[in-house]
Nanobody, 127 residues
């Protein structure tokens, strides 16, 4: 189990930027990976980005991105704060969605390993 608390969502015009944060706490075993997902109304949840957050892993800080956000979004991890960030630049109206933080205790080169979720934060991009 883990508690994930997201923040940083909001409304922005196309071309703008937002930074999301997700603080992880209350876990017995540190998650191996943390990631960001999004889900728009009527759509399936999709993986956006993930990062290896376990310091003991040789893959620590390795990142993975959905093709739709490569070059625009950057995921990062602050180990001291147990927090990940999603810097979103060049935002498009199609990025409008509820964004969820997620945790996995398995290697995260695939998005389907995540099984613990935060409550989400809304991102709205207007044209």
């Amino acid at each position: 189990q883990v508690q994930l608390v997201e923040s940083g969502g909001g409304s922005v015009q196309a071309g703008g930027s937002l930074r999301l944060s997700c603080a992880a706490s209350a876990y017995t075993y540190r998650p191996f990976c943390l990631g960001w997902f999004r889900q728009a109304p009527g759509m399936e949840r999709e993986g956006v980005a993930s990062i290896v957050t376990h310091l003991s892993s040789m893959y620590y800080a390795t990142t993975y991105y959905a093709d739709s956000v490569k070059g625009r979004f950057t995921i990062s991890h602050d180990n001291a704060k147990d927090t990940i960030y999603l810097q979103m630049n060049s935002l498009k109206p199609e990025d409008t969605s509820m964004y969820y933080c997620a945790a996995s205790w398995e290697p995260c080169h695939e998005f389907n390993v995540f099984d613990h979720w935060g409550q989400g934060t809304q991102v709205t991009v207007s044209s």
